[in-house]
């Protein structure tokens, strides 16, 4: 009898122990992006959730309890860093009350744009001090978020090493041909002028030799002035600007009016996986970006 | 003037002149020569200068058994690379509220002490707020506010630690530690600091049970997340039992300690939709001759509705609270009544928000009877560091006569940027 009882629990703990290394690593992430490339990686060996849904502007997402119960559950949390989430992430993890999740701040290993390098005062609007973090709207940057991802799930879950490898390859290989064909399909444009409407595609510019000619909003974050409007729709025609853009969040009130008056397009594309129904996964952002671009500057 | 001179002496000068170019052209080469040698010893002391240092090094590397230089790291961007070093990074993060208004009442006795009960109409300075937020060391994070009014008496408002993680794992998952000085989690109300009222002015149900500066006592709580499919937390807090309103314990009183329970949960309705539903109960000994008890229970619920797709410009708001409570007596009936309050948010365009709420104070009625006030309020919010609030209220009173009052505020937060509750 205590024979089979001790036998009994024995396959209990190994049956519990199985079903728990066959578990899929709970994995939390701030943005949509980084949730598709931590899919990317580590397949169905994890379950990742996205706290900022891809439609949403990722400055202005509020810290709900049910984003705690979310980070309590998780083993590990990646984060874009550079203080975007600065206005809420810092509360969930702390209610969270998870002391052993770990939390990957994914900047590291980036090469930040727009680094102030003089004082920086509220009088300049919503500025980010640590520069620039829309920093995933480069592909290139996108490998680099990658590889870290696949380190820290390999260190999480050694089992799952060779698989975690051969997904990073099979995704650098992916950007590598993609970003060769957007390239090229952007080759033609190269110097051209734009604007937009907030500082958020200063990567995205940087990677496809675009310039930005101006900004709609007067100073991050802050609605522009009518006297900044003015100013801009000026420059605008003086430089002979094709296309304006906003982000797929941005109210397209202002900034239609300014194209309108200019002659510009307003180009509203996705600066999030999930912007739009059709972008599933990290390529298709650029895939959307690229093919929406090139038709607007033609 | 050739004719002049003797040919001998010209013959002599020509001849000095010729050698003089000749001696001092071998004495260049001469100089040249020291030169370059003087040079080629600097370069050998140099290297031996050189070789020494790397000897010197070798040894002390050997010595200390160093490890060979890491491999380079790729770029790191990660703390802002000031010139002020890393003693900055240790200081607390500092944030501080001002908080000025103007006010207008047609029964100045009445009004709340918002300003200063002998300060009737006109202009004030309410309070100015001071927030330090800092890590102690891994296992605690430690807030201090202190709030400035007027007169310029500095309070303590909160000062306190919370926790996640002790030492040898003491504190169990999914459990939070707080110890100090704190808003009681009695309710949604009484957690907020004065900056952050939604009105400008306290509900009328939490100024009669809590008193002006509402229910913040020295104690310690455990906050406990369940494992539930929605969000739900307990928590439990013990604390001193000091409060004016609720407990009446003035110095002289020995029984004192007052414990407090408080269940939140929270659904998602939908992305844009929320709801919270909240119970809180708290019991002390008050002052009364046999230290006898003092109770309140709470209920708290909480509608949000904000559009993801248009998150800065729309949203709404709709939060009402119950508190019943009663203070026992030793002879005379308990003193003993509740009241609640329905508000209503609504933000209807990126930089503004109108607003509603109705008060009424004594379901069940009061020793001094039954008031009803309605509120209204304009908000112009610039950025999530200003608001400019514009506020009028009308109450009726059992006892008394009717008033009016018009409040405006100006709210405004300089420093480090602070995360929003929800």
């Known amino acids: ?298 | 003037m050739v004719s002049i001179l003797p040919k001998p002496f010209l013959c002599g000068v020509l001849a000095i002149c010729l050698l003089v170019p000749a001696l001092s052209h071998a004495q260049d080469n001469v100089i040249e020569a020291l030169r370059r040698q003087m040079g080629e010893m600097q370069a050998t002391m140099q290297k031996m200068a050189e070789r020494l240092e790397q000897l010197e090094k070798e040894r002390t590397a050997a010595a200390a058994n160093v490890n060979p230089p890491a491999e380079p790291q790729p770029v790191v961007a990660s703390a802002p690379s000031s010139g002020k070093g890393t003693l900055n990074s240790f200081n607390p993060a500092i944030s501080v509220n001002g908080l000025f208004g103007g006010g207008y009442s047609t029964n100045p006795a009445f009004t709340q002490r918002w300003y200063d009960p002998n300060f009737h109409n006109g202009f004030n300075f309410q309070e100015a707020e001071f927030q330090f937020t800092a890590d102690v060391d891994p296992y605690w994070k430690a807030n201090f506010i202190l709030a400035v009014d007027r007169a310029g008496k500095v309070d303590i408002e909160e000062g306190y630690v919370t926790s996640e993680q002790l030492p040898y794992d003491l504190l169990p998952r999914d459990t939070g530690l707080k110890l100090g000085k704190f808003y009681a989690g009695f309710g949604k109300h009484n957690l907020l600091h004065t900056h952050q009222f939604p009105f400008i002015n306290r509900p009328l149900i939490s100024q009669a049970v809590f008193g002006d500066e509402g229910l913040k006592e020295p104690g310690m709580g455990v906050s406990y997340l369940l494992p539930s499919p929605w969000f739900s937390e307990l928590t439990f807090q013990g604390m001193a039992g000091e409060n004016d309103g609720l407990f009446r314990n003035g110095a002289d009183s020995k029984r004192r300690g007052a414990y407090l329970g408080h269940w939140k949960n929270f659904f998602d309705l939908s992305d844009s939709t929320t709801v919270e539903l909240g119970n809180s109960y708290i019991a002390g000994r008050n002052s009364d001759a046999g230290h006898r008890l003092s109770q309140a229970i709470g209920l708290d619920l909480t509608m949000k509705w904000r559009p993801l797709q248009q998150s800065t410009e729309r949203a709404l708001i709709w939060q009402n609270e119950y508190i019943y409570f009663n203070r026992e007596r030793e002879r005379d009936p308990s003193s003993r009544g509740g009241g609640l309050y329905s508000s209503l948010q609504y933000q209807f365009a990126r930089n503004w928000w109108v607003q509603g709420r109705y008060d009424l104070l004594g379901v069940p009625k009061l020793d001094d009877g039954r008031k009803n006030r309605w509120t209204t309020l304009l908000a112009l919010v610039p950025s999530e560091f200003s608001a400019l609030r514009l506020q009028h209220s009308y109450t009726t009173q059992t006892h008394g006569k009717s008033v009016n009052e018009i409040l405006l505020q100006m709210n405004f937060t300089i420093g480090s940027h602070p995360a929003h509750q929800y």
Request: include cysteine.
């Open chain 1, 1 to 298: 009898m205590k024979f089979c009882a001790t036998l009994s629990f024995a396959i209990l703990l190994l049956t519990t122990a199985a079903a728990r290394a066959a578990e899929p690593l709970a994995v939390v992430t701030t943005t949509a992006d980084v949730a598709a490339i931590v899919k990317a990686i580590g397949g169905e060996r994890v379950a990742v959730e996205s706290i900022a849904k891809g439609y949403q502007d990722p400055h202005f997402v509020e810290a709900k309890p049910s984003f705690i119960r979310v980070v309590n559950r998780a083993r590990i949390l990646f984060n874009v860093g550079l203080e975007l989430e600065i206005g809420w992430l810092p509360l969930l993890i702390q209610g969270a009350r998870n002391p052993s999740m770990i939390v990957v701040d994914l900047s590291s290993g980036i090469a930040v744009l727009e680094k102030p390098t003089g004082p920086v005062s509220r009088a300049q609007g919503d500025v980010h001090p640590l520069g620039n973090p829309h920093y995933w709207l480069d592909p290139r940057n996108g490998v680099i978020m990658a590889r870290r991802v696949a380190q820290e799930l390999k260190n999480l879950a050694a089992a799952d090493g060779a698989l975690f490898d051969q997904n990073l390859k099979n995704f650098e290989s992916e950007i590598a041909t993609k970003r060769k064909r957007w390239e090229e399909q952007m080759a033609p444009f190269r110097g051209a002028q734009l604007v937009t409407y907030h500082k958020e595609w200063e990567y995205l510019m940087n990677w496809l030799g675009l310039g930005v000619a101006g900004y709609v909003e007067d100073k991050p974050g802050i609605p522009a002035t009518p006297r900044h409007l003015e100013e801009l729709v000026q420059t605008m025609q003086q430089k002979k600007i094709k296309a304006l853009l906003a982000s797929h969040y941005t109210n397209p009130n202002v900034p239609k009016a300014v194209a309108d008056k200019t002659g510009a397009k307003l180009v509203m594309l996705a600066s999030s996986v999930g912007g739009e129904e059709n972008i599933k996964n990290y390529p298709d952002l650029f895939e959307s970006i690229v093919g929406k671009l090139s038709a607007a500057l033609k």
